[in-house]
C-alpha cells in the first residue's frame, strides 16, 4: 500500500508540474500510463457540432496512425459523438460506451485500432461544454489487455487532479500571453468575433470576420471603424458602442442582439457584449477593445442536440452516428461510406431508430430533430 500511495504522489506531482510547465505534459501523461497500466495517452478537446478534434499532448503515440485518424478516420470513429456526452470526470472504457461485439466489426477498428494492437482504453471528459469535450484517452495493448476494475479505480484516482491541471494550465496561458491565447481561442469560433473600441474602431477580426468585411453584404469596415450595410441598423450599432465604452450598465451584461438584415427572411445577428467590467474586462484590455461582436445566422441546419435525443429514446452510441448521418446524407450507400460501415449494418441501426423514436421515413426523422 505504501508503495501505491508513493507513486501515485509521484503522478500527481508530475500532473501539477505539467499544469504550470505545458512541456511536461508528456511525461505527465507517461506516469498516468504507468500507473493505470496504458500503453499510450493523448490529451484532446473534440467538437460535436463541428466534427472537429486537436490533440494537445501526446505520450508514445506512432506518428502515422495519428497523422491519418486526423486525415482519414475522425469522421469513422464510432465513440463519437456519443463519447462528448458522458458527464465529466466519470471514468469509461470502450465497452461502456459501445459494445465490443459492435466495434469489431467497424471499419475504423479493422484499419486503424487493431493493426496498433490497442485491446482496450479508458477515457474521461475532463471538461465538459455544450458540444466541446476536452478528454483524456489511456489506451491499452495487449501486455494488459481489457480494462478490469483496478484500472478504473487507478483511474478514478488521478481524475480531479487531472481536472485541476487542465483548469490551471488554462489560467496559466491567460495570464502570461492573454492576447496570443484569446486570439487562438477567438479563431476557432465559427461566428465572426469583431472586437470594436470607442466609435467602433476595429481593433480585432477573427478568420470569418473578415470574410465578412471582404465580401460586405451585412457589416463593412469604413476608415477601420465597424459599420453595418443597413442605415437604420449602423445607427443602432453605432448607439450601442458609445454605451458600451460606459459601462455594463449601459447595455447590460449580457449585451444585445441587433438584427442586421434588411428582411426578417434572412435572419442574421450582431449580439454585442460590453468588455468594459468584470472578469470580461482582462480580454477587452488586451485589445483595448469595449464590445465583442458575434455576427452569426440562425440556419436551420444548425447542428442538432443528439444528447437530448439520445437521452429521450435511448439510443445507443452507434444509433445516435446513424441518426447524425440521416441529418447530413441523402442514401444509406452516402451514410455507411462516411461512417465507415456496411450498408446492411446501417439499416438496422436505423430500423432501430424508426423503432424507438416512431418514425417510419429519413424525412420524419429531419422533422422530429428540428422540433427538438
Known amino acids: 500500500m505504501t508503495s501505491e500511495l508513493v507513486e501515485l504522489s509521484r503522478v500527481i506531482a508530475d500532473i501539477y508540474d505539467a499544469a504550470i510547465n505545458p512541456a511536461l505534459w508528456v511525461r505527465a501523461l507517461e506516469s498516468a500510463c504507468a500507473f493505470t497500466g496504458g500503453s499510450s495517452a493523448v490529451l484532446f478537446w473534440h467538437d460535436a457540432a463541428t466534427e472537429r478534434s486537436e490533440v494537445l499532448h501526446l505520450f508514445n503515440d506512432d506518428p502515422a496512425y495519428t497523422r491519418s485518424y486526423f486525415e482519414k478516420y475522425l469522421p469513422m470513429n464510432p465513440m463519437f ?11 469509461t472504457a470502450s465497452d461502456d460506451i459501445m459494445p465490443n461485439s459492435e466495434l469489431v466489426r467497424t471499419r475504423f477498428y479493422k484499419e486503424w485500432i487493431e493493426p496498433q494492437g490497442i485491446a ?4 474521461v471528459n475532463l471538461e465538459k461544454g455544450t458540444t466541446r469535450s476536452s478528454l483524456i484517452n489511456i489506451r491499452m495493448d495487449a501486455t494488459y489487455g481489457i ?10 484516482l488521478l481524475v480531479p487532479h487531472l481536472q485541476r491541471a487542465v483548469a490551471i494550465g488554462r489560467l496559466f496561458a491567460q495570464g502570461n500571453a492573454v492576447e496570443t491565447a484569446l486570439t487562438e481561442t477567438l479563431n476557432h469560433v465559427e461566428a465572426a468575433v469583431f472586437m470594436v473600441g470607442v466609435d467602433g474602431l476595429i481593433v480585432f477580426t477573427n478568420a470569418p470576420a473578415q470574410k465578412m468585411l471582404d465580401k460586405a453584404t451585412l457589416v463593412r469596415e469604413e476608415n477601420q471603424l465597424l459599420h453595418a450595410i443597413v ?5 443602432i450599432l453605432q448607439d450601442i458602442f458609445a454605451a458600451a465604452a460606459k459601462g455594463d450598465a449601459s447595455v447590460g451584461v449580457r449585451g444585445v442582439a441587433v438584427p442586421l438584415a434588411p428582411t426578417s427572411e434572412d435572419p442574421w445577428f450582431a449580439h454585442v457584449l460590453p468588455l468594459t467590467s468584470g472578469n470580461r474586462q482582462q480580454a477587452g484590455l488586451a485589445y483595448a477593445a469595449v464590445a465583442a461582436v458575434f455576427i452569426r445566422k440562425k440556419a436551420p441546419d444548425a447542428p442538432p442536440p ?6 429521450l429514446y435511448k439510443l445507443t452510441a452507434s444509433e445516435v452516428r446513424v441518426l447524425d448521418a440521416v441529418l447530413k446524407e441523402s442514401s444509406v450507400k452516402a451514410m455507411a ?29 429531419i422533422k422530429l430533430v428540428a422540433g427538438i
Request: hydrophobic share 40%; aromatic share 4%; no cysteine.
Open 306 to 311: 443528439l444528447q437530448a435525443i439520445s437521452k
Open 337 to 365: 461510406k462516411t461512417l465507415g460501415l456496411s450498408q446492411a449494418t446501417v439499416k438496422t441501426h436505423l430500423h432501430n431508430v424508426f423503432r424507438k423514436t416512431g418514425a417510419n421515413r429519413q424525412s420524419e426523422l
Open 120 to 123: 482496450d482504453s479508458l477515457a
Open 81 to 91: 459523438p456519443a463519447a462528448t456526452f458522458l458527464e465529466a470526470g466519470v471514468v
Open 231 to 235: 442605415p437604420k441598423t449602423d445607427r
Open 147 to 156: 480494462v478490469d476494475d483496478e484500472a478504473r479505480l487507478r483511474m478514478s
